[in-house]
């Protein structure tokens, strides 16, 4: 696949229609098999049914075109007189019915296994966050959030599109292949659907619920997906990128995470300076808070209220870590208490309090959002 | 008694009321039914430039004209004004001219109720249409509006959206009991249930599911109104509630509801391919069972919208097999219409044109719709352009040129003059080529795996993305010649006699042409 160029005008762009030279995407028509048994299974019922309804059509069609070529009236055609037969009616109700019945069939079998998620090798719980997603490795205790790593410039056509344009994150799902790898959905605001088209896995993220789904990947690989639940305004870009690995390769990066956790938890003891905390502090915002509040802290009223010159975040320290930390219920802003680290919850604050001229001059430590935490 | 028979027979002969007031007051079903559909017109242009927003800004990847917040607003509107503003309010203009005129009755049973469930629907979507202006915009949680996006993340607006939801169900309600009670009660001597006209059978089941679901919507719609202001928790799944119960009770209304946009369609479509094909219909008593099990079988269907939800495995079966079953009265009715074809003497009219379009393009939703019945499959199509492509091939060549197909098989009779053939066949054929471009990519679109409700794409969508585009504008400034052309036929044109079409059966065509202001004063018998 070619990489689209500078941002095209429309009639350069209709030109590139035209010309096969300029297409720049594939015309795929077809679903994919997929590499799982299961997408499989999925790609094959697809076609029967596919098929099925060609043969369907090709025999109402036909008929229906001879009369239109053969019986017209400008040709002198007499109509016939007949309007009912019963034979006919009933066959053609019989006929229909027995198709559906043999297409059931294999519907069934396929559903009953997908629907099997007992016997996991490994379980990991996927969260849906307006927009991104968390993934949560029960039982080694560890887990991230994963967002959408295109940068803005790209998509304000800024900048050229890289090659995984919308379809690239910052930290992918890592999974063993060859394992049964079952997944517990649930949601942290509104309902979201975690879907990779090659793992025919889409299963809805409902805040109140855990769905079940399972995948087995014999094929070590990166797969892409997207939420496909409308799930508010950055509903388009919030991607979902699985990387299966061999088993050792798998082992050594849960040991690194674990030893990453480790460190971050020890990040917290560690004496800030100014210049540290806002450096992290927008990287961290950049990530988690710039979609709403934008990047410029000015946000998109009355949903998202600007940071930049709020009261909030020139106001009491204490205020501004509390809706940080704790969320506003009935609203958008979610509780980051238990989404960021300290380290980044202490940044961010710090950040907020001292970017875009809200220069109050306070440095919030992570030990301060520790003892914040504590108090509650 | 007499003195009342008296006032009446005195009014009988007076045309209609002159300026203003004869649109805002009259209770004649002939002037109601044309503001019907002249709303319904309006609506479709209104919603139809919003889809021209969403699709120039899907002509290509990265965002150029919108920003997501408005583009999910204009998903939203286009959906909602579509459903409830165009398609709806088209079908019960058709029902307002046609009914009385089919059955040999004089007006409506109920003719100031007419007039009101008429005048409620400005009022609905004024106020559905100015949220677009309201702080926060306009509803964006699509027109399926699943909570708690629409409810806890909803915009200021949602409040408003839900008052207009109540009025236009109040407005739908009030025509369905119309229709109901003009069809039992004013048809003419002799006419019997089964020899009604296929439009007037099909009106009169579309108004069943009118009744039985409108509430239904109007109940879920209440739930999210205690839930956003009375602080309620039925969708609210940290006060205890279950997120999932809206989608059972939307779906309980928005399955049936596909059906409202359809049977009329079916109906109409039976009359004008009889009429071209001067044969008359195959299969009349099938053609009825069929519609009255569909309509019996879209009540249990309703879950197959969520197959994605977790729903158990007993029930997803159920609603699987529910679903493949529906395809066989669907089936009758395709092979009824073929046969009817089959051997006749057909000429290819405008309304034949889009009657014969309806019948293969709407086949094409169906068979889609078969594949997106089969629940393993549907994990892989559900919420990508694929359903995108299926909803619009049922709803576009279905609904809509079925509406087009019976204004110009009833235009002649409701003007006086003959639409100007040329200019119709240019509207089809570019409709019919605009629609086709615009809604056939999406299919490969949504199998190779592109999600619906997203502003913007990954690269490998671009190709096909850009034709829709295309396709769609073709669409949409074509329907400006329908304009056109009504236009030109209200205001003059070749005189149009009784019966314009020479295989044309039914009691309107005893009328003369355009129809009298008061037909049927004295029932027609029928033998």
């Known amino acids: 696949m070619r990489v689209r160029g500078k941002r095209l005008t429309p009639v350069v762009a209709l030109l590139g229609l035209l010309s096969p030279a300029m297409a720049m995407a594939d015309w795929t028509l077809n679903m994919s098999p997929g590499v799982t048994g299961t997408s499989n299974q999925i790609f094959s019922l697809h076609m029967t049914i596919l098929w099925i309804c060609v043969a369907i059509g090709v025999v109402v069609f036909g008929v229906m075109f001879w009369s239109i070529l053969a019986h017209r009236k400008s040709q002198g055609h007499k109509p016939a007189n007949f309007h009912e037969n019963t034979v006919v009616e009933i066959l053609w109700t019989i006929v229909p019915f027995a198709i559906l019945v043999a297409m059931a069939i294999p519907a069934t079998a396929t559903l009953v296994e997908m629907y099997d998620t007992t016997d996991a090798d490994l379980d990991i719980r996927v969260t849906g966050y307006q927009w991104k997603w968390q993934y949560e490795y029960v039982d080694q205790e560890f887990g991230y959030f994963s967002n959408l790593a295109t940068p803005a410039d790209q998509i304000r056509n800024r900048q050229n599109k890289g090659e995984n344009y919308l379809l690239e994150v910052d930290n992918p799902l890592v999974i063993p292949v060859g394992q049964k790898v079952r997944f517990l959905l649930t949601s942290n605001d509104v309902i979201h659907s975690w879907w990779v088209p090659a793992f025919g896995v889409k299963k809805d993220a409902i805040p109140g619920f855990i769905n079940e789904a399972w995948v087995k990947v014999e094929e070590p690989g990166t797969y892409r997906g997207q939420c496909t639940e409308l799930c508010g305004k950055n509903h388009g870009f919030m991607p979902v990128v699985v990387e299966a690995v061999p088993q050792d390769e798998y082992d050594t990066w849960v040991a690194d995470q674990k030893a990453a956790a480790e460190k971050e938890r020890e990040l917290t003891q560690k004496d800030w300076t100014m210049e540290e905390l806002m450096a992290r502090g927008e990287q961290t915002y950049q990530t988690t808070c710039a979609s709403c509040h934008q990047p410029d802290g000015s946000g998109s009223p009355p949903a998202f209220p600007a940071l930049k010159g709020s009261a909030i975040a020139t106001g009491d320290v204490q205020g501004h870590l509390d809706i940080v930390v704790n969320g506003k219920s009935g609203t958008a802003m979610q509780a980051f208490g238990s989404q960021l680290s300290e380290v980044d919850l202490a940044a961010v604050v710090t950040f907020e309090r001292n970017a875009w001229g809200n220069n109050t001059g306070d440095m919030v430590t992570p030990k301060q959002v520790l003892d914040f935490k504590n108090q509650q | ?527």
């Open chain 2, 1 to 527: 008694m007499s003195a009342v028979a008296d006032t009446h027979t005195q009014e009988h002969h007076h045309g209609p009321a002159r300026g203003i007031s004869r649109w805002l007051l009259t209770t004649n079903h002939k002037d109601i039914g044309t503001m019907y559909l002249v709303f319904s017109f309006a609506m479709f242009l209104l919603g139809g430039s919003m889809a021209m927003v969403i699709r120039a800004e899907l002509f290509q990847p990265g965002l150029q004209i919108v920003e997501p917040e408005f583009f999910n607003q204009m998903t939203t509107m286009h959906g909602l004004i579509m459903v409830f503003g165009a398609v709806m309010p088209a079908f019960v203009g058709l029902a307002n001219w046609m009914l009385p005129l089919m059955i040999g009755a004089p007006d409506m049973a109920l003719p100031r109720m007419n007039n009101w469930s008429f005048w409620l629907l400005p009022c609905a979507f004024l106020i559905l249409v100015s949220t677009l202006f309201m702080q926060g915009g306009a509803p964006n949680f699509g027109w399926t509006f699943y909570a708690p996006l629409s409810t806890t993340y909803g915009p200021p607006s949602t409040t408003f959206f839900i008052f207009a939801i109540h009025i236009m169900g109040v407005s739908s309600i009030m025509g369905a009991i119309n229709v109901i009670a003009t069809i039992l009660n004013l048809r003419a001597p002799g006419m019997t249930l089964m020899k009604m006209p296929l439009f007037v059978w099909t009106w009169l089941i579309t108004a069943f599911l009118l009744i039985a679901v409108m509430p239904v919507l109007a109940g879920v719609v209440t739930m999210m109104l205690m839930d956003i202001n009375f602080g309620t928790s039925f969708f609210d799944a940290s006060g205890g509630g279950d997120p999932v119960l809206f989608q059972h009770v939307f779906w309980f209304f928005g399955h049936p509801e596909v059906y409202i946009m359809i049977l009329p369609a079916f109906g109409a479509i039976s009359h004008i391919v009889s009429a071209f094909s001067r044969k008359s219909l195959f299969g009349y008593s099938s053609m009825v069972y069929a519609v009255g099990a569909i309509a019996l079988l879209s009540f249990i269907v309703w879950a197959h919208h969520m197959f994605t939800v977790g729903v158990p495995l007993a029930g997803q079966l159920f609603f699987m097999y529910a679903t493949l079953l529906i395809a066989v009265p669907t089936g009758v009715k395709v092979f009824n219409w073929v046969t009817t074809m089959f051997r006749g003497s057909l000429s290819f009219e405008a309304p034949m044109l889009f009657a014969v379009a309806f019948i293969v393009l709407f086949t094409i939703g169906g068979f889609s719709g078969l594949m997106l019945a089969i629940a393993p499959a549907d994990f892989q199509y559900h919420d990508t352009y694929f359903v995108v492509a299926h909803f619009h091939y049922v709803l576009v060549p279905g609904a809509i040129f079925g509406i087009f197909a019976a204004a110009y098989f009833w235009l002649p009779k409701w003007t006086g003059h003959m639409y100007d053939e040329t200019l119709a066949k240019t509207h089809f054929w570019m409709s019919f080529v605009g629609m086709n471009l615009a809604f056939f990519p999406m299919h490969f679109l949504g199998l190779a795996g592109m999600p619906r409700r997203i502003p913007d794409y990954a690269l490998q969508f671009a190709d096909f993305n850009m034709v829709s585009s295309i396709g769609a504008f073709m669409f949409g400034a074509t329907q400006l010649l329908f304009l056109f052309i009504v236009v030109k036929c209200v205001r003059g044109g070749e005189k149009a006699p009784a019966k314009p079409w020479d295989g044309a059966e039914g009691l309107e065509w005893t009328l003369p042409s355009p129809a009298p202001y008061h037909t049927f004063e004295t029932p027609p018998e029928i033998k």
